[in-house]
């Protein structure tokens, strides 16, 4: 049995998530620096970070506050429940609402 990379024979080479790559999306979503290093979001944004790991998938929601620590990454809710996870593992992040655009999409029965 082989094994086949993310990306391999499709045409592109798959990349994991820098810090930079993760400064910019915060920068996008509009967030600022925290005094003890975290960047919140903007009043009423939120964001989703999606992650995998040896075939296991999951999604972390409603994310208010964000922390990079090395290869960490730190996740808050409103809730103040804390998430750490490996920055190689996280594959995508999905702003929730219009955070960019500084306004706050309310959908009917969700959230």
């Not at 979503?29 to 296991?56: I, Q």
């Not at 929601?61 to 996870?85: C, H, M, T, W």
Request: charged share 25%; glycine share 16%; hydrophobic share 45%.
């Amino acid at each position: 049995m082989s094994s086949v990379g993310i990306g391999e024979g499709l045409g592109y080479a798959a990349t994991t998530m820098t810090g930079e790559h993760l400064e910019a999306i915060l920068k996008m979503a509009g967030a600022k620096a925290e005094k003890d290093g975290w960047m919140a979001l903007p009043e009423g944004g939120t964001l989703t970070l999606h992650v995998a790991h040896d075939g296991a998938g999951m999604t972390i929601s409603r994310i208010e506050g964000v922390k990079q620590d090395g290869e960490l990454v730190y996740a808050r809710n409103p809730k103040r429940e804390l998430f750490a996870v490996v920055r190689s593992d996280v594959y995508a992040v999905a702003l929730d609402g219009e955070a960019a655009a500084g306004k706050v999409v309310r959908r009917a029965g969700f959230g």
